[in-house]
């Protein structure tokens, strides 16, 4: 795949009491934090910029911590824009509102 950077949000809904929602879904932040990869977190997803299989890798290793973690399920929801001519930044769709 090209080296171009892509967009990629993520959602990991962990399957865990209600009242640690919050601590699992925090430590797969954590994790994207770590990537020194670009990154947004948003109410209900975070978005990160980078070479696909970099944050391809970051949503393996965001998943393991929230395994780890004590979520024994969980739901991954990952959507990708990417464009096979140029990268593809966070700022492209959301700059003129910051």
Do not use: W
């Not at 934090?33 to 978005?47: A, D, H, I, M, N």
């Not at 393991?64 to 024994?72: P, V, Y």
């Amino acid at each position: 795949m090209h080296q171009h950077h892509v967009n990629l949000a993520l959602q990991i809904v962990p399957q865990v009491a209600s009242e640690k929602v919050y601590a699992v879904v925090d430590e797969a932040i954590a994790i994207i934090q770590q990537s020194g990869l670009k990154y947004r977190v948003c109410p209900f997803e975070t978005v990160m910029e980078g070479r696909y299989d970099q944050v391809m890798e970051v949503v393996r290793l965001a998943q393991e911590a929230c395994f780890k973690a004590g979520a024994g399920q969980l739901l991954v929801y990952v959507k990708i824009q990417n464009n096979q001519e140029r990268s593809v930044t966070i700022e492209d769709k959301t700059g003129k509102y910051d």
